[in-house]
């Protein structure tokens, strides 16, 4: 090795030397592991469900999880790990389509406020106001409930009322990043305000809303597994986690498994998003 690769600067090693910490953390590459292996299942279920997820055998309802059904039969006599398995294409989908749009929109509005301020700032932060004021949930219980159960519906109910929380934390990233030097040379240069939005202030500050979006990527698991348990999701027979818990609930005495199995599915591929949720926030995180 040479000197001059021993006086290298400090400011050329930064980012791999980011990664390479990233990779040696255990918690960031089970998260990472953890949603391989879930987008994997979600891509190709029949790869790896040992049988027709629908099939119906009535010689073998509700029999405990054995070797030829690791996960036990329903009521149906449907085996039910891979019923569990073809559900994760549908909550694999919730992930992503429950939260991108939300997302989207939330960025670009956010960004707009931040950057213009004065009355839109005002009319932005009484629909905040207004949105915060009620649970979540109970909202989008209710778009729901007025546009009627299924998953396209629930996805439209998720994005009226998420894309706030994404707006917001957008326009205070854009107002921190609007105090630096480099945006107040971009307007003197006579840049566009658009070159000026989405070219400069948007790829500095988006940075926390990617670690949130992989946060609220387990939450929106956790929300449609809720409305399909409550019929406001995605409707029997199609396998989904929450259906999954709300066709066991009944034989959760006789029949533990039916409701065990898929609740497990939930809670660790939660785990796996909120993992890398929070390898990436110590990845992108400033450093002085």
Do not use: C
């Not at 994997?40 to 405990?64: K, M, T």
């Not at 159960?149 to 934390?169: C, D, E, K, Q």
């Not at 387990?218 to 999954?244: D, K, M, R, T």
Request: hydrophobic share 55%.
């Amino acid at each position: 090795m040479t000197d001059a690769t021993l006086l290298a600067p400090e400011a050329t090693r930064p980012q791999q030397s980011r990664w390479q910490i990233a990779l040696r953390k255990p918690g960031f590459m089970i998260g990472v592991a953890i949603i391989a292996v879930s987008t994997l299942l979600a891509i190709a279920p029949g790869l790896f469900a040992p049988y027709d997820p629908n099939f119906i055998d009535y010689n073998a309802v509700r029999q405990p999880p054995s070797w030829a059904h690791p996960f036990g039969t329903d009521m149906l006599g449907r085996d039910s790990l891979s019923r569990v398995i073809s559900a994760y294409s549908v909550n694999m989908q919730m992930a992503v389509l429950a939260t991108v749009f939300a997302m989207l929109i939330g960025v670009t509005i956010g960004a707009l406020v931040g950057y213009y301020r004065g009355i839109a700032d005002m009319i932005f932060g009484r629909v905040v106001d207004a949105v915060i004021t009620f649970p979540f949930l109970v909202l989008v219980i209710a778009v729901v409930a007025v546009l009627g159960p299924g998953l396209i519906n629930m996805y439209i109910a998720i994005t009226v009322v998420g894309w706030v929380y994404y707006a917001r934390l957008m326009r205070a990233e854009v107002i921190i990043q609007m105090g630096n030097d480099y945006a107040s040379a971009g307007v003197v240069m006579g840049y566009s305000d658009r070159r000026v939005i989405f070219r400069h202030l948007l790829p500095n500050a988006i940075t926390p809303v990617i670690v949130y979006w992989m946060t609220d990527m387990s939450l929106a698991i956790l929300l449609g597994s809720s409305l399909g348990y409550l019929g406001l999701g995605a409707q029997p027979p199609q396998a989904e986690w929450g259906v999954l818990i709300a066709e066991g609930r009944n034989f959760i005495t006789t029949a533990w498994w039916l409701s065990l199995m898929p609740g497990i599915a939930i809670v660790l591929t939660g785990i796996g998003f909120s993992l890398i949720g929070d390898g990436l926030a110590d990845l992108l995180r400033p450093r002085g």
